[in-house]
Structures are given as structure tokens and as C-alpha cells.
């Protein structure tokens, strides 16, 4: 079966420490790669995680604030150094187009990759940035003080088959293939239907929450998401500096994860004000218990709904 998993690259804020690297997390998704935020020494991060440049489709930047961009540089030029064998689509919010162009042509290379910026207008409501059979990529405006946007994959729902179903109806081999194509076969002179034989599967949901105040973006990304990754800066002590900056403390992320019915919380872009994330992940327990603090390299499984 096809892997789902998110590898964390990167988990600091604003300054990356020895142990926490600027923001990057790529997740696994059946055949596509996804990296959101390339923060400066996204590339290295990727060769600790044995990542190729070839896994890549789609990079998904929140905002330009250099924790989150400064690795797209190197990440559009290794894909021409590796001479990726299909397109790069690079989505961002569309008012940090010269920031994007900037990095894109920061050094000299010679671009042989090709690369497709998709600037997305940045709204307060949900908005389709790519639509492929397999899953719906959302964006939804965030409260940062500068154009910032967060992401929402969702697997298009489908059908599960009821095996006690399928064997009363004698329905089995190629014909079960035959009934989700075209939604029903006949058998002895009978039609049935791929209704009659399964239930509604809704499609597994990963939402990428990054800087923010808690917000109804935040809300309307993380809904009943399978999991929620956000930016959890700060500890509730300093509840105060997440509200100054734009930014969210780990009880806020806790918070939007409990709102939104999200299944379970992964908390990062920590401040490098704290020596461990302990507290964090004490706060964000006490109101949401399905919280995990993430390391780099950390790799979270996806899991599928049935
Ligand atoms: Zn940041
Ligand atoms: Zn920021």
C-alpha cells in the first residue's frame, strides 16, 4: 500500500537552533510530494531524511517571512541540477510574487526544471488551488500581519465495499473492479448498484497551520482534519508575546484543534526562548490530549479512514 506520512525537516521559529532546523515539512502522499515552507537548509534536512528532489510536485509556501522561504532558492535550483523529471508547482500567497520571483532567480544557475508559480489569492474563505482526481488542495487566509495563507489537503471521499455485501449479491473478482468503475454491473439478469454493496468513505484530511493568531482560517483549515500541524510559538506563560506577534501560543493550537474536531495535533516552529517544548506540550494536553511536540526528522504515519 501507498505511504502517508509527514517528515518533519524543520521546527524552529524565527532562528534556527542546534537542534531545530528553519521550518520544512514534506508529506508523503501516495505518489506526490508535498514541501510546505521551505526554510533556509530545507536541502540538507531533505538528505538527512534520504528526500530526493525528485519526490517533490508541489510547494506550498504559507507567507515570506524567512523562516518559511529562504530554501526555496536552493530547492528550484537542485530541481534543475536533477533535471526533475516533471513540473514544480510552487503555490504562495499572490502579493509576495516579487519575493517568489527574487528567490527564485536569487543566484546564478541554469534553470532546467520546469517550474509553476501559482499565485493564490489570499481570501478569507476557502479556496481551490489545485483539483486533481485524487485530492483537493485548499488555502484560506491566516492573521499574521503579512500576507499569510494555510493549506488543506482532502483526499476526495469514495466508497467502501461491504464484503458480506458483495458475497450475498455473488458479486467477486474483476466484477467488484467493474461495479466502482461504472457504478453497477448485472448479475444473473439482475442490476445492482455500488450503493446497495458499500458505504460512504468521507477522504482522509492534513492541514497545515502555520503563523497565525487563532483565527476562523485556522478553523476552517483544520475542520475534522485527520491531522492538524500548526505553529505553536510560544507557551501559555507567554500568551502575551503570541498575541503581540502575530502568533500562537501551543494552548491556541490546542484550542483550534479541539474547535475544528480535529483527530490529532502536531505542534512546531517553536521559539528558541525555550530549551525544551515540555510545557508546550503540557498546555496543549491539558485542553487537547491528542497532541504530539514535533523534533526534526520526526516522521508522523497518516493513518487512512476505512
Ligand atoms: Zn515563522
Ligand atoms: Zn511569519
Avoid at 508559480?117 to 489545485?130: K, T
Avoid at 484530511?205 to 475534522?224: E, N, Q, S
Avoid at 493550537?253 to 495535533?265: D, F, G, M, Q, S
Wanted: with cysteine; net charge negative.
Amino acid at each position: 500500500m501507498s505511504v502517508r506520512e509527514i517528515v518533519a525537516l524543520g521546527t524552529a521559529s524565527q532562528v534556527p537552533t542546534r537542534l531545530r532546523n528553519h521550518n520544512g515539512y514534506f508529506l508523503r502522499w501516495d505518489d506526490e510530494g508535498f514541501l510546505f515552507d521551505p526554510g533556509e537548509g530545507t536541502q540538507r534536512q531533505m538528505a538527512f531524511a534520504t528526500l530526493a528532489a525528485s519526490a517533490l510536485n508541489r510547494v506550498c509556501v504559507t507567507h515570506f517571512h524567512g523562516d518559511h522561504c529562504l530554501g526555496l532558492s536552493g530547492i528550484i535550483q537542485r530541481a534543475s541540477l536533477d533535471r526533475l523529471p516533471h513540473p514544480l508547482y510552487v503555490h504562495f500567497p499572490a502579493s509576495g510574487m516579487q519575493y517568489f520571483e527574487r528567490l527564485r532567480f536569487a543566484s546564478i544557475y541554469h534553470p532546467a526544471a520546469e517550474i509553476v508559480p501559482c499565485p493564490i489569492e489570499e481570501r478569507d474563505e476557502l479556496v481551490v488551488v489545485a483539483d486533481t482526481p485524487a485530492y483537493t488542495l485548499y488555502a484560506h487566509a491566516l492573521v499574521h500581519g503579512v500576507p499569510t495563507v494555510g493549506y488543506r489537503l482532502e483526499e476526495k471521499s469514495g466508497r467502501r465495499f461491504l464484503p458480506e455485501k458483495l458475497a450475498a449479491a455473488k458479486i467477486h473478482g474483476p466484477m467488484v473492479g467493474e461495479l466502482a468503475r461504472q457504478g453497477f454491473v448485472e448479475r444473473d439478469g439482475v442490476r445492482i448498484t455500488a450503493d446497495e454493496v458499500s458505504t460512504f468513505r468521507p477522504g482522509t484530511v492534513v492541514a497545515f497551520v502555520m503563523d497565525t493568531r487563532p483565527c476562523k482560517g485556522a478553523l476552517a483549515l483544520a475542520r475534522d482534519a485527520d491531522i492538524l500541524v500548526m505553529e505553536a510559538t510560544y507557551t501559555a506563560e507567554d500568551q502575551q508575546l503570541a498575541n503581540e506577534h502575530g502568533h500562537s501560543s501551543a494552548a491556541d493550537a490546542a484550542r483550534t484543534a479541539r474547535e475544528a474536531n480535529a483527530k490529532k495535533l502536531a505542534i512546531t516552529h517553536f521559539s528558541q526562548r525555550y530549551a525544551s517544548t515540555e510545557q508546550h506540550v503540557r498546555d496543549a494536553k491539558a485542553i487537547f490530549d491528542d497532541t504530539v511536540a514535533l523534533h526534526d526528522l520526526d516522521h508522523i504515519q497518516i493513518p487512512r479512514r476505512r
